[in-house]
């Protein structure tokens, strides 16, 4: 079966970084399309950034420029560097693959 398990959440100040992972298991991960989304309180769900099987990516107008989405193949895992956080950017983020969604982690970004 299927597992995506999202990591490297956590409170930070507004204009630090973090680097979320997003770990799976059970697919061949190198060809699929994996996508991070993130949810605020009170908010539907949004879609953040896409990467492909070629590595061809794409973002939301509201993290260009400041995220980074990445994959390394060999440890079947994607990443999101995200830099010069804002408040705006506080939410849930998840990971999809295939309709697979992971659990979650946290991103808080406050003074």
């Known amino acids: 079966q299927v597992q995506l398990v999202e990591s490297g959440g956590g409170l930070v100040q507004p204009g630090e970084s973090l680097r979320l992972s997003c770990a799976a298991s059970?697919?061949?991960?190198?060809?699929?399309?994996v996508a991070w989304y993130r949810q605020a309180p009170g908010k539907q769900r949004e879609w953040v950034a896409v990467?492909?099987?070629?590595?061809?990516?794409d973002y939301a107008d509201s993290v260009k420029g400041r995220f980074t989405i990445s994959r390394d193949n060999a440890k079947s895992t994607v990443y999101l560097q995200m830099n010069s956080l804002k408040p705006d950017d506080t939410a849930v983020y998840y990971c999809?693959?295939?309709?697979?969604w992971g659990q979650g982690t946290q991103v808080t970004v406050s003074s």
């Open positions: 059970g697919i061949s991960f190198g060809y699929a399309t």
């Open positions: 999809n693959l295939n309709s697979h």
């Open positions: 990467i492909t099987m070629i590595y061809n990516t």
